[in-house]
């Protein structure tokens, strides 16, 4: 259910800035039917053979799953960067990771660095494309610019997708470089998230350097990156092509610049451990 219709010419669903939560208190969370949802849809995203149709679709989808989670938290978690950061953290243990074999036989034999190459190709070509569907859904429900005084749905939608898309890449990474994360997946999500944010690569034989967002500290860095990118998405929401095409360019940017400096450290660590694996 993509929830009730709206004109098209009416100006796109926003977060009320109320909220009934106090200050620092626990977002709701979602269901597990509700984040394994997101998780499927994420998945059809990352397909690059998906179309701008498709994946338009698909963030309407989303939409649903995010703004309930948003109007229950209210505008004060979502601009505090909170209600992204649980709600990524909710959905990426349902995010399947491929391990080295899979990815090498997906990409026809590639290992080492031309299979990082490829990783972060698709991967920046996934949230550019998610970047023009989110402009273009904004465009057709945009009448006017809008008066940023309420938190716009669409850009929080497109920020938890280039989100969970760019964990999985980080995630994907690891294995190429021969980087083991061990534990439960809600575990290693919590762990590839933090990298993410932190733009580090993890090290397993230096356990206290792993990033931990499931305490404060990790979870406000956590919040704060995702927060970082909602600022760079508001260019999705100027009407027509603008900001179809202010989208998928600062997405491509922004993933482009994540793959090398997360590759940057990986390689490092692959050097300490005897170089990258060959399968």
Excluded: C
């Excluded at 709600?87 to 080295?100: E, G, S, T």
């Excluded at 920046?124 to 309420?150: D, K």
């Excluded at 280039?162 to 994360?181: N, P, S, T």
Aim: glycine share 10%.
């Amino acid at each position: 259910d993509d929830g009730p219709a709206r004109s098209k010419g009416a100006p796109p669903e926003s977060i009320p800035a109320g909220g009934d939560l106090p200050q620092g208190g626990p977002a709701p969370g979602v269901t597990d039917t509700e984040a394994r949802d997101v998780a499927a849809i994420v998945e059809r995203l990352h397909d690059d053979t998906a179309s701008r149709r498709s994946r338009a679709s698909d963030l309407v989808r989303l939409s649903s799953v995010v703004g309930a989670r948003a109007r229950r938290s209210g505008a004060q978690a979502v601009a505090s960067g909170r209600m992204l950061a649980d709600l990524l953290m909710d959905a990426l243990p349902h995010i399947p990771i491929r391990d080295l074999e899979t990815l090498s036989a997906h990409h026809h034999g590639l290992v080492g660095e031309a299979l990082a190459d490829a990783l972060v190709r698709n991967a920046t070509r996934t949230t550019a494309g998610v970047g023009a569907a989110g402009g273009a859904v904004a465009a057709a429900e945009w009448a006017a610019m809008p008066l940023l005084v309420t938190v716009p749905l669409e850009v929080v939608v497109e920020t938890i997708a280039v989100a969970a898309i760019e964990v999985k890449l980080v995630a994907e990474l690891h294995a190429v470089y021969g980087i083991e994360v061990d534990g439960t997946g809600s575990q290693r999500a919590a762990a590839f998230a933090g990298s993410w944010a932190s733009r580090r690569g993890i090290d397993p034989l230096r356990p206290w350097t792993i990033p931990n967002v499931l305490g404060i500290a990790g979870r406000q860095q956590l919040g704060k990156r995702m927060i970082s990118r909602f600022a760079r998405n508001l260019g999705t929401v100027i009407p027509f092509l603008v900001g179809a095409a202010i989208g998928a360019t600062v997405n491509s940017k922004e993933t482009t610049k994540l793959g090398a400096e997360i590759r940057a450290d990986l390689r490092r660590l692959s050097s300490e451990r005897g170089g990258l694996p060959t399968r």
